[in-house]
């Protein structure tokens, strides 16, 4: 859980840098992907993916998987042209990965046509929340493979927001107070309050929760024993509590991100990635991701995607309730109450 945790907040530091926008992104489809990468990798390239997402990446996240209260979809695929000779190795430790596939795709005769199959396999895990992961363009004659996660994510509350108590109220966004729908319900909560933040838990089924992070303040780092602490802190209290609707959906490239947090030769010409392939040429050119987060009164959906994409470097072919309105800017982490695992972590500035 401690390596998981650390990945997440580091890389959310650098994707969500910018703490006045909304952001949104899913360390556990990012983790599946850069571990299925590291299952390519070899040596230094290997070793800096193990240091950024930890040595038990893919036991944390086979144990933290939902139980059957929750719809949940996840599929780890490896597209690759026939052109590109594969370590048998691979598609064997591949195999022991939740959802885990080998597909052909025509990445040197038709890219736009692999691109196209690539989203229509996406979407169709993702309950086609995420139709196009991959934009126009983004595949080219020289992609040879791309390693991708998907994941989908549905499930109710174990006590619903009442429908006729939500109402527009204002919420302190960067660029001043906007009216938002916002959720009520007064129940009991696991809650904490302690060095600057307050934290409420938001039991769901399938072993979820929605994890709020409120700070005091402006909207700043958090660090892993502020963490820590709250979630050690956190125990049940009556909350009168004020939660706005949630629809947001980001797209990100995370090379910038991952070589500032020390993946670097991944990216490089001389990268080793012969756990995959034989072939020296072989380089990942660009990881892109796709995250998308509902919430309302009914539960939460969400659905993320991520493609490490391979290119050569050339290729022929009732107490007195205390009350807590999420009425700013906060964190929203989406996890797996038993492990951890966390599925999506969401900065709110403007849910409007």
């Known amino acids: 859980m401690s390596d998981h945790l650390a990945f997440t907040l580091a890389l959310h530091d650098v994707v969500a840098a910018d703490r006045r926008r909304n952001a949104c992104w899913s360390p556990y489809s990012v983790a599946s992907a850069l571990g299925l990468a590291a299952l390519a990798a070899r040596g230094k390239t290997r070793d800096e993916l193990v240091a950024l997402v930890g040595e038990d990446n893919q036991a944390l996240l086979d144990e933290g998987r939902p139980d059957d209260e929750a719809a949940f979809a996840v599929a780890n695929t490896l597209w690759a042209s026939d052109e590109l000779e594969t370590n048998p190795g691979f598609a064997d430790a591949l195999a022991a990965w939740p959802g885990a596939k080998t597909r052909s795709a025509p990445f ?8 196209k199959l690539i989203n229509a396999d996406v979407a169709e895990t993702t309950n086609d929340l995420i139709p ?4 126009p363009g983004s595949v080219g004659p020289d992609t040879v493979a791309a390693l991708v996660n998907a ?11 009442p429908e006729e108590a939500t109402a527009a109220l204002p919420f302190a966004a960067p660029g001043g107070a906007v009216d938002v729908p916002t959720m009520r319900r007064e129940a009991k909560f696991r809650y904490a309050a302690r060095d600057g933040w307050q934290a409420v838990s938001l039991p769901a089924r399938g072993g979820v929760e929605a994890l709020v992070l409120l700070p005091d303040g402006d909207l700043g780092p958090l660090d892993e024993a502020t963490f820590a602490a709250l979630t050690g802190a956190l125990d049940f209290r009556q909350l009168e509590l004020f939660l706005p609707k949630l629809d947001v959906s980001v797209n990100l490239t995370l090379k910038s991100a991952l070589t500032g947090l020390g993946v670097r030769s991944l990216f490089e010409r001389d990268g080793d990635l012969t756990g995959l392939s034989a072939d020296p040429r072989l380089f990942v050119d660009e990881v892109v991701h796709e995250a998308v987060l509902r919430i309302d009164e009914d539960g939460l959906e969400g659905a993320a995607a991520t493609a490490v994409m391979m290119r050569m470097t050339s290729f022929e072919g009732y107490v007195e309730p205390l009350t807590v309105r999420v009425d700013r800017p906060h964190l929203l982490f ?3 109450a038993g492990t951890g695992a966390v599925y999506f972590l969401a900065q709110v500035v403007d849910p409007s």
Do not use: M, S
């Open 108 to 115: 040197g005769a038709d890219p736009d046509g692999a691109r």
């Open 132 to 135: 196009d992961l991959l934009a």
């Open 151 to 161: 994941l989908y994510l549905k499930t109710a509350w174990l006590g619903t927001f």
């Open 334 to 336: 989406v996890r797996h």
